[in-house]
């Protein structure tokens, strides 16, 4: 089978412990199924958070699939979590905390760029949470770490560096590019994005101090003058466990290996044991290969 223009969407919803929510989402993610095809959910309980991975064809009407599908998982989302009862290590703007298009198997950035603005626009409108864009879908390319840091992020709200409850803000310090000014301390807000491929790999380390997770990700992180096209954060992930979590922005040219090498130097240093760093994602390729067994299973149905 010839290998169609596809579309790959990543919703990163805050929750992962609430087992009838994640069936409510999920039920979302299948209705358009085979036309959308649901290739991964990584939970995680320690950051209580999931992704989930959504692909189709970037044709098939108006609006594609791939709109319909993205939207009713954040439409899922918002009705079943609610924003103000979240506690997690993972920091987080709202219930649906990011969402990204990427393009896969000849498709243009500017295609789901397109899409990215669509989806974003019916969740502001529809949905009534403050929606922003980045990446391609945004007109300047503002950049997703800019915009979550103007949102305050990366800052804990709670003692023992969790993200607790929702803000208490009564408006927010830039506008919104869909939805209304005010966040819901219920929902939140949205971040929707579109750019090219992005690996998230993480890489425990043995300890509970947080600080110093933090200094090995500040040491690996572009930011911080270390790898390229690196953005890191140092995390708590458990009872005596914690995190160097990344972006890997481009790669093809830092992957995950030269991530891995560097958080070994920088912990060595410190007299801190490593552990094995993975990925919450399957690579483009195997996404590319499950869509398309998905889509000849089905056509030998019929």
Request: hydrophobic fraction near 35%; include cysteine; charged fraction near 15%.
């Given at each position: 089978?010839?290998?169609?223009?596809?579309?790959?969407?990543k919703l990163y919803i805050s929750e992962s412990r609430n087992a009838p929510a994640l069936r409510a989402i999920e039920r979302a993610a299948a209705v358009l199924r085979p036309a959308a095809v649901l290739v991964n959910a990584f939970a995680d309980d320690a950051y209580n958070r999931v992704g989930y991975t959504l692909v189709s064809r970037l044709s098939g009407g108006l609006p594609p699939p791939l709109h319909r599908a993205a939207f009713g998982v954040v439409a899922a989302a918002l009705e079943a979590v609610d924003l103000g009862s979240h506690a997690g290590a993972h920091p987080r703007l709202g219930v649906v905390d990011h969402v990204v298009f990427h393009p896969l198997a000849g498709a243009r950035l500017d295609d789901v760029a397109a899409l990215a603005r669509a989806v974003a626009t019916e969740?502001?409108?529809?949905?009534?949470?403050?929606?922003?864009?980045?990446?391609?879908?945004?007109?300047e390319g503002r950049t997703l770490a800019s915009i979550r840091r103007q949102l305050g992020y990366f800052t804990p709200t709670s003692p023992?560096?969790?993200?607790?409850?929702?803000?208490?803000?009564?408006?927010?310090?830039?506008?919104?590019?869909?939805?209304?000014?005010?966040?819901?301390?219920?929902?939140?807000?949205v971040v929707v994005g579109a750019t090219a491929w992005v690996d998230n790999y993480n890489v425990p380390l043995h300890t509970s101090d947080v600080e110093a997770a933090k200094r090995i990700a500040r040491a690996?992180?572009?930011?911080?003058?270390?790898?390229?096209?690196?953005?890191?954060m140092g995390l708590a992930h458990g009872e005596g466990v914690t995190e160097v979590a990344c972006n890997l922005l481009d790669p093809g040219r830092v992957g995950a290996e030269q991530v891995l090498e560097k958080v070994r130097q920088l912990a060595t240093a410190q007299g801190l044991a490593v552990g094995e760093g993975y990925f919450t994602d399957f690579s483009q390729e195997k996404i590319i290969e499950m869509y398309m067994q998905s889509a000849e299973a089905e056509a030998s149905q019929h």
């Open positions: 089978m010839l290998r169609p223009a596809l579309a790959c969407c969740i502001g409108d529809k949905l009534q949470v403050p929606t922003y864009l980045y990446g391609a879908a945004h007109g023992g560096n969790q993200w607790q409850g929702a803000s208490d803000a009564l408006s927010l310090p830039v506008a919104p590019d869909a939805g209304p000014g005010t966040p819901s301390r219920s929902k939140g807000v690996v992180s572009e930011r911080g003058g270390g790898l390229r096209s690196v953005q890191a």
